[in-house]
């Protein structure tokens, strides 16, 4: 790890309409700090108490580090409060999810419809040995079902592993053994830019390294259906068809385990995290009524898929909780063009869109023309989640997006983090760069290795100091990784992100910590020279790594996609280490740019540097599953 280092701050700040931080479930930020600071335990326990539980907790945190356990002895069902609890209200008939395919077609499930959907599905897995405990693999295109399983699976207390669609064979095998899952859910195929994925093909080459897996749940769309395996293989439809109509949910320790879920991210092997009931609904549930203000009337849509942390937090247990509509759609953002997600929020009158910066500068490189087509009147919160937002992209998204009328929540936090740690809250002052502050509810700060905070203005490493509802609990058969989190700076959860504070406490995100670029002594983040980058007007995206250098230790270099329009050229190169050299000093200017058609990513949309340096140094890049095509 590297030592502290000095980050130039440059502010500028929006301040919102009063009248919406009036409205909001935290009308003040720094009322509700202060309270969640003065005493913890309450702070959660009175939010504990907004949602249903079978048994009340003894205590609410037991602390014996580095391992936490939430309202102890407390008993529950996730689904009993994202279900149960609606249908016997007003909610009943309300939509929960509605859904959208690739063509257009849509799907409508209201609060009642999938609680009777699920229990039919949870009878179902059951009818297959699927009990409390058992762990299944969850590989499914973006479709109703998909929620349905993972709810299904929380409704038995079986643990879920959701597998994203877009992932191969190998990937899925690893982390169907890795979770020793004896049951499959999967589709015959999912549909992407107009082509057919095969995922059941997959499942079944997969499965010829994973004996552990009985039996594969096939959910059929395609025409004409395939034929299935009868010794290995059943049909979702009929199955879920015979299936008894009634399914009480289970009774759940609040630290059972609720679901794994793996994690790579841009570096190192895949681990698998594992989530526990209680905390992780006290959790998400608080985090998406007030970090999106959810009201009665709101229709939220967050982009990701279920099978990210993003979807498990944020379309499905928050949300539902909340008792929201969500709205989710199969496909991409650019297909069939780049007014796609617009003219969605249009159609169905979206009021709270979540995305990831990597889509907002997709969407920017391709022009204000697409949003400007469709009303977009109806949103009224906007965030961002999976990156840094630059400056540049929250510029667009607020103004071109949200008419500069909506709050822009730029979230940070991780799937082992579980909910939101740091964002802006609704009605506070917005500061392009940075993410904002630590939610009521969390302790955050930015250190030096040693665990001591740095002023204002200096790098560090972004810490979390005390335990929190929804975080990890260990990772799946590696405890000793565990560990690590909180092992690595004594006493604190080091996240591995670089950050810097200013003087209220706002926090800059400046990438991974492994990110970072040593310039002639200089600490470099890649993600202060990328958004420097991408503040061009003919940049659209950029990745930047260090490459060694005998006389400078490291020097930088630059992998540039340009905006639909931009002209690669030695006279681009030299304006653009111009401008960096103007916005971030001589240290930081790139030894090289190189244009790209695209960058590598992560199937969820994250730039894979470690790709980009293997390829530049003629070095293994080791693990790639998680990089997109
Ligand atoms: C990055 C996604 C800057 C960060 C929820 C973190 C962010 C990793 C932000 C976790 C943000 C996430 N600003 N960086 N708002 N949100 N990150 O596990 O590096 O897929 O550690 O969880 O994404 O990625 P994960």
Known sequence: MTETFAVKLEEKCYLPDPRCKAAAWTPDYTRAYQEFMHDPEAFWDQVAHELDWFEPWDRVLEWNYPYAKWFVNGKLNITYNCLDR??????RDKPAVIWRGEGGEERRLTYDGLYREVMRCANALAGLGVGKGDRVCIYMPLVPEQIVAMLACARLGAVHSVVFGGFGAGALAMRINDAEAKVVITADVG???????????IVNEALTHAPCVEKTVVFRRGTPAVDLDPAREVDYADLVARAAPDCPAEVMDAEDPLFILYTSGSTGAPKGIVHTCGGYMVGTYYTSRHDFDIKESDILWC?????????????????????????????????????A???LVQDLGVTIFYTAPTAIRMFMRHGDAWPAKYDLSTLRVLGSVGEPLNPEAFEWYYHRIGGGECPVVDTWWQTETGMHVVTTMIGEAMKPGFAGRAIPGAVVDVVDRTGKPVPPGTGGFLVIREPWP??????????????????????????GDLAVKDE???????????DLIVVAGHNIGTAEVESALVSHDAVAEAAVIGKPDALKGNVIKAFVTLRVGANPGDAL????????????????????????????????????????????L?????DISTLEE
């Open 470 to 495: 929804a975080m990890l609990r260990t990772v799946h058969g590696n405890d000793a990784r565990y560990r690590t989190y909180w092992e690595t700076i004594p006493g604190c959860y080091t996240a």
């Open 86 to 91: 609606h249908v016997t209200s007003d909610r």
């Open 341 to 343: 997600y617009w003219r």
């Open 191 to 201: 549909y992407r830019r107009g082509k057919t994925i095969p995922l059941r093909d």
């Open 504 to 514: 209220e406490g706002y926090i800059m995100i400046l990438g991974r910590a492994d």
């Open 303 to 339: 982009t990701a898929d279920p099978g990210w942390i993003t979807g498990h937090s944020y379309i499905v247990y928050g949300p539902l909780a909340v008792g929201t509509t969500v709205v989710i759609a199969e496909g991409t953002p650019d297909y069939p063009d780049p007014g």
């Open 573 to 616: 190169t030299d304006e653009l280490a111009r401008h960096v050299k103007k916005s971030l000093g001589p240290v930081a200017v790139p030894a090289e740019i190189e244009f790209m058609d695209r960058l590598p990513k992560t199937r969820s949309g994250k730039i894979m540097r470690r790709v980009l340096k293997a390829r530049e």
């Open 618 to 622: 003629g070095m293994d890049p080791g």
